[in-house]
């Protein structure tokens, strides 16, 4: 009975759901009035940076990644915690065959420079820090499967991250310093498309990239030891 | 000296980002991390009241004003809040320094200051997403908080948690898109302004999503299943860091929701129909229960269920009662939770029937314990029993009776399962083969701080109520939170 009103409630619930999502505009041009249009319009000239997702991410709405960059150290601070076992862990996996360890082994350094490219050209090319961080992650995601005794050290990627997190805030605050507002961009704007434009973009996304392949390792790694 | 109140979401970040590093030199320092830090935070709410009374403070970020950037709106509520969350914060902060022993501390320090960061973002930010950010924020250190003792059952309570507010989250996110796409802003002022022009089927759907995604972390009913397990499996300083601060944040945001950006008429008899049946659902669950801290949940929903009531009436007076009700729990909940937590801690049991005779053995605890009680049941001198006079004589005054004479049925609940384990406390004999250990002095003085505030707001409510009718006149009247936001363009 019970199941049955809940499939009954659920039902209801999803078809009104339906409904309103069947009327939702898609595709139509609605971007052009209002707040998008005037993103659209003047990020360029105003913020310095090319990518106006990026400027969006990073400037107007900057408040907004830096609790985003917060929730993702969250979850790494609290799944830490909670595996937390006071003793050194192992991965339990064998050693891969020898082409896959060769092959991680060319393809690392390359996986590397590429997070590294995607994170300092956030404000250039579609991408940036939360991307270039998850693909560095994934270049050592490739050592952890390749070889069993490949070790990150903890003590390294935790400083990494909490400079990282300190530098965000700090460029921040440096807003405050200057007598403007928290966030503002208070350096020289550049030249668009040139690397060094967008003021504080590039710098803060840096900071971004460099936190997220940390938290990411790390947390690729705790949960990759199982046994003791 | 006033600084920039965007300080108190910046320095608690910054604070923990810093701990990990700051762990290394030295082991000890974590731990005062968050008082110094929460106590900043007390003391910038404390300075903004006057300039908030007054008129909105709104506070740019990044240099774009409102509706292109993001922006602090610090009206007179949430201020108070931000106030409030502080002053929990700062109480319980001072508390964990004895108390947290659990490894590894300094994640748990951690832990504990973004969760309080959260909750203040939630109350201060002017922006629909950045609100949703912060929730996030304060919800998921609110699950690892919940799993922190790393038991079983503390897995499985947060677990629960993450589901269900896992779920919550997503509705909040569908709400915040569909309301994005009609109105092309996410300025909650701007929102306001703009969600008239919005087909109500479509505002409906918005609100839908908002109400349950919100409800979850305000203990609505039937969203608040996961409470009872959290609030009894976590460690105690978080029990009363979920009941004086989480759920505050939450009621904020349905509040929010409901009186700023949607107009829906109905929409306050169905809060007060929900608040009567959270009300009554859980004072006779409480009454069930065996365990002190799963009591304690439970009467901190039936609590909630009660400032949805008052809520639910959408008049200045009803308001204000709830507010008042709000700061009341944020006092006493905490209060009750924590001197629980050390009353477990010496009988080493959690059930009620092994606090026997406790008043005897540790007379301070015992009366803390019992001053919480009774000004949560509504004693008359104390501070519970103004707030409780102002919802039940509102809800009469506005001709609903029957909801009156339910409230009054729950609080006479509410009296007896409190009483019962006063009772025990004082009137049992104990056996006397309990090893014998000692509060720490920094348990007592945080107790104690609210204890004082509890009996001024009891003696002198017309203390408080000053700062909660402006707090109350931003919700009831929308148009001056709307133009105090497009003012300064």
Same mark, same amino acid.
């Given at each position: 009975m019970r199941k049955i009103l809940a499939v009954f409630f659920i039902g209801v619930f999803g078809y009104y759901m339906l409904a309103i999502l069947m009327d939702f505009p898609f595709g139509i041009d609605h971007l052009n009035p209002g707040l998008a249009g005037a993103y659209l319009k003047d990020t360029v000239s105003k913020t310095g940076a090319v990518n106006v997702v990026t400027s969006i991410i990073v400037n107007y709405r900057g408040f907004d990644t830096l609790g985003e960059v917060t929730v993702l150290f969250l979850a790494a601070t609290g799944m830490s915690a909670l595996l937390y076992d006071g003793k050194t862990m192992n991965r339990s996996r064998q050693n891969a065959s020898v082409i896959v360890k060769a092959g991680s082994r060319l393809l690392f350094p390359l996986i590397i420079i590429l997070g590294a490219y995607v994170f300092i050209h956030g404000h250039l090319t579609p991408g940036g820090g939360f991307q270039g961080g998850a693909i560095i992650a994934s270049g050592f995601l490739l050592m952890f499967i390749s070889y069993r005794n490949y070790h990150v050290s903890h003590r390294i990627l935790s400083n990494v991250e909490s400079t990282a997190g300190s530098v965000f805030v700090v460029l921040g605050l440096l807003g405050l310093l200057y007598g403007a507002t928290f966030l503002?961009?208070?350096?020289?704007?550049?030249?668009?498309?040139?690397?060094?434009? =967008?003021?504080?973009?590039?710098?803060?996304?840096?900071?971004? =990239?460099?936190?997220? =392949?940390?938290?990411?390792?790390?947390?690729?790694?705790?949960?990759?030891?199982t046994v003791k | 000296m006033m600084f920039d109140p965007v300080l108190m979401i910046a320095l608690p970040l910054l604070a923990a980002f810093l701990i990990p590093v700051i762990n290394r030199f030295s082991k000890a320092i974590p731990k005062y991390i968050p008082v110094v830090v929460i106590g900043f935070n007390l003391y910038e709410s404390i300075m903004l009241l006057p300039y908030s009374m007054v008129k909105p403070v709104i506070v740019i970020i990044a240099g774009w004003q409102p509706p292109l950037g993001i922006n602090l709106t610090i009206g007179p509520l949430g201020n108070i809040l931000a106030l409030m969350i502080s002053l929990v914060g700062f109480v319980v902060a001072i508390y964990n320094i004895k108390f947290v022993t659990e490894e590894p501390t300094e994640k748990y320090y951690m832990?504990?200051?973004?969760?309080?960061?959260?909750? @203040?973002?939630?109350?201060?930010?002017?922006?629909?997403?950045?609100?949703?950010?912060?929730?996030?924020?304060?919800?998921?250190?609110?699950?690892?908080?919940?799993?922190?003792?790393?038991?079983?059952?503390?897995?499985?309570?947060?677990?629960?948690?993450?589901?269900?507010?896992?779920?919550?989250?997503?509705?909040?996110?569908?709400?915040?898109?569909?309301?994005?796409?009609? @109105?092309?802003?996410?300025?909650?002022?701007?929102?306001?302004?703009?969600?008239?022009?919005?087909?109500?089927?479509?505002a409906l759907a918005a609100m839908v999503l908002l109400i349950v995604g919100f409800g979850v972390e305000a203990e609505l009913f039937p969203l608040n299943g996961w409470a009872p397990d959290a609030y009894s499996q976590a460690p105690t300083p978080v029990g009363a860091v979920f009941g004086g601060i989480v759920v505050k944040a939450g009621v904020y945001g349905l509040?929010?929701?409901?009186?700023?950006?949607?107009?829906?008429?109905?929409?306050?008899?169905?809060?007060?129909?929900?608040?009567?049946? @959270?009300?009554?659902?859980?004072?006779?669950?409480?009454?069930?229960?065996?365990?002190?801290? +799963?009591?304690?949940?439970?009467?901190?929903i039936g609590q909630m269920g009660l400032v949805f009531i008052a809520f639910g009436?959408? @008049?200045? +007076?009803?308001?204000?009662?709830?507010?008042?009700?709000?700061?009341?729990?944020?006092?006493?909940?905490?209060?009750?939770?924590?001197?629980?937590?050390?009353?477990?801690?010496?009988?080493?049991?959690?059930?009620?029937?092994?606090?026997?005779?406790?008043?005897?053995?540790?007379?301070?605890?015992?009366?803390?314990?019992?001053?919480?009680?009774?000004?949560?049941?509504?004693?008359?001198?104390?501070?519970?029993?103004?707030?409780?006079?102002?919802?039940?004589?509102?809800?009469?005054?506005?001709?609903?009776?029957?909801?009156?004479a339910f409230v009054l049925a729950g609080s006479v609940i509410e009296a007896v399962y409190y009483l019962r384990v006063v009772g025990r406390l004082y009137f049992k004999k104990h056996d006397d083969n309990q090893q014998e250990k000692y509060v720490h002095g920094s348990a007592i003085f945080a107790m104690s701080i609210l204890v004082i505030l509890a009996i001024v707001i009891g003696l002198y409510p017309d203390l408080v109520m000053q700062y909660l009718k402006p707090a109350a006149e931003e919700l009831v009247n929308k148009s001056l939170y709307i133009q105090s936001v497009f003012a300064i363009n």
């Open positions: 503002e961009n208070i350096m020289p704007l550049g030249i668009p498309n040139k690397l060094f434009s =967008g003021g504080l973009i590039p710098l803060i996304y840096i900071a971004v =990239g460099f936190k997220v =392949g940390a938290e990411l390792t790390a947390l690729l790694d705790t949960m990759l030891k | 832990l504990f200051l973004l969760i309080i960061t959260g909750a @203040t973002g939630v109350v201060l930010t002017g922006d629909l997403f950045n609100m949703f950010v912060f929730l996030e924020i304060t919800s998921i250190s609110a699950y690892a908080l919940t799993a922190f003792i790393r038991d079983r059952n503390g897995a499985e309570a947060a677990f629960k948690y993450l589901l269900i507010g896992g779920i919550a989250s997503t509705m909040i996110l569908l709400g915040i898109a569909i309301i994005y796409t009609y @109105t092309g802003t996410l300025n909650l002022a701007d929102i306001a302004q703009k969600m008239q022009y919005v087909d109500p089927k479509i509040a929010r929701m409901i009186y700023t950006i949607f107009n829906f008429e109905g929409v306050f008899y169905f809060l007060m129909i929900m608040g009567l049946i @959270t009300l009554l659902m859980a004072e006779m669950s409480a009454m069930r229960q065996s365990q002190i801290k +799963r009591m304690l949940a439970f009467s901190s009436l959408a @008049t200045q +007076r009803g308001v204000e009662g709830a507010l008042f009700q709000m700061l009341n729990h944020a006092l006493l909940k905490p209060l009750l939770f924590l001197s629980a937590g050390y009353l477990v801690y010496y009988s080493g049991s959690k059930n009620i029937e092994d606090l026997d005779g406790m008043g005897r053995r540790k007379p301070f605890l015992a009366f803390f314990f019992a001053f919480g009680a009774f000004a949560i049941m509504g004693l008359p001198p104390l501070n519970g029993f103004w707030s409780k006079m102002i919802i039940i004589s509102e809800t009469i005054r506005n001709g609903f009776v029957i909801v009156a």
